[in-house]
């Protein structure tokens, strides 16, 4: 379980990811994997895949659509930094 996320959030995420998670990797990070966040605080996925533009769209929109209450950031491994990658590495939970 991870700290910033509930089990009902977590069944929610679960849930709009069950349909992509037997092609594509998907990993929590930042403030609330870390324990450092607010109630405000955005949930940051990383996609470790190459994923086509379209099934994130779809994704998005299904996680713009959910109840849970926070916004939900994504960002792709391959256009990330690779010092920004170095800071998050240890924080990955594969989702």
Request: charged letters at 35%; aromatic letters at 16%; zero cysteines.
């Amino acid at each position: 379980m991870i700290k910033g996320i509930s089990s009902e959030e977590e069944k929610i995420i679960q849930n709009i990811l069950a349909a992509y998670k037997k092609d594509y990797e998907f990993y929590y990070y930042g403030s609330r994997v870390k324990g450092n966040f607010e109630k405000t605080s955005d949930l940051d996925i990383l996609i470790k895949s190459k994923i086509p533009y379209e099934k994130l769209e779809i994704i998005k929109f299904l996680f713009d659509q959910s109840n849970l209450p926070y916004v939900v950031n994504f960002t792709d491994y391959d256009t990330i930094d690779e010092k920004f990658y170095k800071l998050i590495e240890k924080d990955l939970v594969r989702i």
